[in-house]
């Protein structure tokens, strides 16, 4: 939502020279502001109203003014409605009804008031708020032979009737109708002409404007029906980024799902972020390029939600989780730029050395659970999307993290938040679903349950959601189920179980998998026929990939199995299948399938169609296939089938664990 600043300059900056919409100012003892001063600007404080009419909001306390002109409930707490998209539409229609009538007033009473001023019967055009904007730039001086004038004789009869603007096909009469207006000369008429104007983009209607120009002619206008309203012209897209549902029209998507940490917008109408003068690059390069890279489903599902409720907020407020973007950047410089200098290294480590103070001061005073947990989490999952596998850089391993971050959820008690969402009717905890992607998936990097695998269980038995599928693409009853499966896992490594319960357990869950199945027409593409992505279907689609790889997961644990057995060949065939419906390439979503890909490829045989379709996307990927999780995923790919014996043809090929070359390589990675 754009805003006004509270004082505006005398020339304006031009819009080109603005590089991000957040603002970096330098940090300054002085009240003076030094030279060389970077400011990150962004709204967040529009009321709710005009975020929901896309309209400009000038902030104003209390009530702004449009909603105050327009008679308007104005809200700046978000409230109920916003949280679901069929109340927002039903909100919104009754918003435009209500402008319609204010409108509809207002002209009748704009008639009455002009009437002492304007002759009826010489305008035929409706009275728009255009029109009326400017009364008395408008008006004509009332003459002496009119009837509004004081010098006018009430006694005469009136020579025509009272035009009624309601009425278009009833035009007044012309002037050499009576003989009084023969000796007039002929006032022009006042013509209003409405230009309607539509903005496509990818042949998906989005901007929308209406002009009104007024000219004068002789000429009297036709007696003709005037064409029908554009429909909703109310509504002009401010900026169709801002609300984020360009799909919404095809998918019904719920917007702002979470609750976001941060809670509701603040009524400061811009973002400050204090950063040093040797940084401000570095968080220039975060917002800029790394910022996109790391929620790629939830920018699908809710467009800027990422940036506006997420990153930029705690930027704002939370000095460790700055540190940690700055790390983050100079890491991904590092790797996209080839940079192998003593100062980019220092960069690297003086932020990562300042989270940890920053973390470990916290932990001490035992105080802002919240932002302590944001950091953890940044730290952890941020990672994800930079660096390579060869970073040699010292730091903590994430799972050190982890169980310093589900400490603060329990303190913070979570988990019993996420379990009452249904029940009290609230939206997710967003750092609960982060915590969970992070727990579940996390577990089966190290052959153990996940913490919270009780919560997951208790979700499962209630059918409610964790908003896994909208943060990550995969529906929330898959990955509750990969969870019960990593808890298998963790039995069977630690010895907790002999061979014939395991195999009664895998037989049970593999039932309800089964029954997660949906019909075989499920698989679409996700493109809509205007070639934009279809949120849903996409989710559908990743599903049916986190699916096919729980079983390929469970199928690993029976005692004796081997990636040559049919029932594996057969769900790898499956997997590569289901890969086709995913978009693929730098813009594509390969990158939030690590995971599962890393599953099935270290099942895959020499030849498979797995390999082809593998191979194919690593190569669209280009470059990008080099960083973050996605890179680690394929060295480890590649040296899990190095070390099971395919490099030598005709060769012995022996069963190697992913997990057995990780250890053996030193590797400590996440791959989610």
């Known amino acids: 939502m754009s805003t006004s600043p509270a004082s505006t300059p005398a020339t304006s900056p031009p819009a080109d020279s603005r590089k991000s919409s957040a603002m970096t100012v330098p940090k300054a003892t002085a009240p003076a502001k030094p030279p060389g001063t970077k400011l990150h600007r962004r709204s967040r404080s529009g009321c709710f109203t005009c975020r929901l009419r896309r309209k400009k909001c000038d902030e104003g306390e209390g009530q702004c003014k449009a909603c105050k002109h327009l008679g308007l409930k104005c809200e700046y707490k978000r409230p109920m409605w916003w949280s679901n998209n069929d109340q927002r539409k039903e909100q919104k229609e009754a918003i435009?009804?209500?402008?319609?009538?204010?409108?509809?007033?207002?002209?009748?009473?704009?008639?009455?008031?002009s009437g002492a001023e304007t002759p009826?019967?010489?305008?035929?055009?409706?009275?728009?708020?255009?029109?009326?904007?400017?009364?008395?730039a408008r008006t004509r001086a009332p003459s002496i032979d009119s009837q509004y004038s004081m010098g006018y004789d009430f006694n005469q009869p009136h020579l025509h009737d009272q035009f009624d603007p309601y009425q278009l096909h009833e035009l007044s009469p012309p002037y050499d109708a009576n003989s009084h207006y023969q000796s007039i000369h002929p006032t022009?008429?006042?013509?209003?002409?409405?230009?309607?104007?539509?903005?496509?983009?990818?042949?998906?209607?989005?901007?929308?404007?209406?002009?009104?120009?007024?000219?004068?002619?002789?000429?009297?206008p036709q007696s003709l029906p005037t064409l029908p309203p554009f429909p909703e012209d109310e509504w002009i897209h401010e900026d169709i980024y801002e609300s984020g549902d360009m799909f919404s029209t095809e998918e019904g998507l719920d917007f702002n799902f979470f609750d976001f940490s941060h809670g509701a917008p603040q009524t400061s109408p811009?973002?400050?972020?204090?950063?040093?003068?040797?940084?401000?690059?570095?968080?220039d390069h975060f917002i800029d390029n790394v910022l996109r890279l790391i929620f790629p489903i939830l920018e699908i599902n809710q467009h800027g939600s990422a940036r506006s409720e997420v990153i930029l907020p705690a930027l704002e407020s939370n000095k460790c989780y700055l540190h940690c973007c700055l790390s983050i950047a100079a890491i991904h410089l590092k790797s996209t730029q080839g940079l192998q200098t003593e100062q980019i290294d220092s960069d690297i480590m003086r932020h990562r050395y300042a989270t940890i103070s920053e973390l470990c001061e916290a932990l001490n005073r035992d105080t802002d659970h919240q932002q302590i947990l944001e950091a953890t989490l940044g730290m952890i999952f941020f990672q994800c999307s930079v660096g390579r596998p060869d970073d040699s850089l010292p730091d903590i391993p994430w799972h050190q993290h982890f169980e310093a971050g589900a400490s603060l959820v329990k303190k913070l008690e979570l988990p019993y938040a996420m379990v009452q969402v249904d029940h009290a009717k609230m939206h997710p905890p967003f750092n609960m679903t982060l915590t969970?992607?992070?727990?579940?998936?996390?577990?089966?990097?190290?052959?153990?349950?996940?913490?919270?695998?009780?919560?997951?269980?208790?979700?499962?038995?209630?059918?409610?959601?964790?908003?896994?599928?909208e943060l990550m693409g995969?529906?929330?009853?898959?990955?509750?189920?990969?969870?019960?499966?990593?808890?298998?896992?963790?039995?069977?490594?630690?010895?907790?179980?002999?061979?014939?319960?395991?195999?009664?357990?895998?037989?049970?869950?593999?039932?309800?998998?089964?029954?997660?199945?949906?019909?075989?027409?499920?698989?679409?593409?996700?493109?809509?026929?205007?070639?934009?992505?279809?949120?849903?279907?996409?989710?559908?689609?990743?599903?049916?990939?986190?699916?096919?790889?729980?079983r390929v997961y469970l199928c690993s644990l029976v005692p004796g199995a081997s990636k040559h057995d049919q029932t594996m060949v057969n769900l790898i065939d499956r997997f590569a299948h289901a890969m086709e419906f995913i978009p693929p390439g730098p813009d594509g979503f390969d990158r939030s399938l690590v995971w599962p890909l890393?599953?099935?490829?270290?099942?895959?045989?020499?030849?498979?169609?797995?390999?082809?379709?593998?191979?194919?996307?690593?190569?669209?990927?280009?470059?990008?296939?080099?960083?973050?999780?996605?890179?680690?995923?394929?060295?480890?790919?590649?040296?899990?089938?190095?070390?099971?014996?395919?490099?030598?043809?005709?060769?012995?090929?022996?069963?190697v664990h992913w997990r057995d070359v990780m250890k053996q390589q030193g590797w400590d990675f996440l791959l989610i």
Request: a negative charge; one cysteine or more; charged letters at 20%.
């Open 436 to 469: 969970s992607w992070i727990d579940i998936l996390g577990a089966t990097m190290l052959a153990r349950s996940p913490v919270f695998a009780h919560v997951y269980r208790e979700k499962n038995e209630m059918g409610s959601t964790s908003g896994l599928c």
């Open 96 to 113: 435009k009804n209500k402008i319609k009538r204010t409108k509809l007033s207002e002209k009748a009473s704009q008639v009455e008031a």
């Open 474 to 550: 995969c529906e929330d009853n898959i990955m509750y189920l990969i969870s019960e499966i990593a808890c298998l896992d963790g039995l069977k490594t630690n010895g907790g179980i002999d061979d014939m319960q395991l195999c009664g357990h895998v037989k049970d869950l593999s039932e309800f998998v089964n029954r997660t199945e949906p019909s075989p027409s499920s698989l679409e593409y996700p493109y809509s026929s205007t070639g934009a992505i279809r949120p849903k279907q996409l989710s559908k689609n990743m599903t049916a990939v986190f699916r096919i790889a729980a």
């Open 270 to 283: 811009h973002a400050l972020i204090q950063v040093d003068d040797c940084d401000r690059s570095l968080l």
């Open 188 to 220: 022009p008429y006042e013509v209003d002409i409405k230009t309607e104007r539509q903005m496509y983009v990818n042949d998906v209607p989005t901007r929308r404007d209406s002009t009104i120009s007024t000219f004068s002619t002789f000429q009297p």
């Open 120 to 136: 009826p019967g010489l305008s035929h055009s409706l009275p728009t708020s255009a029109t009326y904007s400017d009364i008395t």
């Open 598 to 655: 890393l599953i099935a490829g270290s099942m895959s045989t020499l030849g498979s169609s797995f390999r082809h379709v593998f191979a194919s996307r690593v190569a669209g990927l280009g470059e990008h296939a080099e960083f973050g999780s996605f890179g680690r995923m394929v060295r480890l790919l590649q040296e899990v089938w190095h070390q099971s014996g395919e490099d030598c043809p005709g060769g012995e090929t022996r069963s």
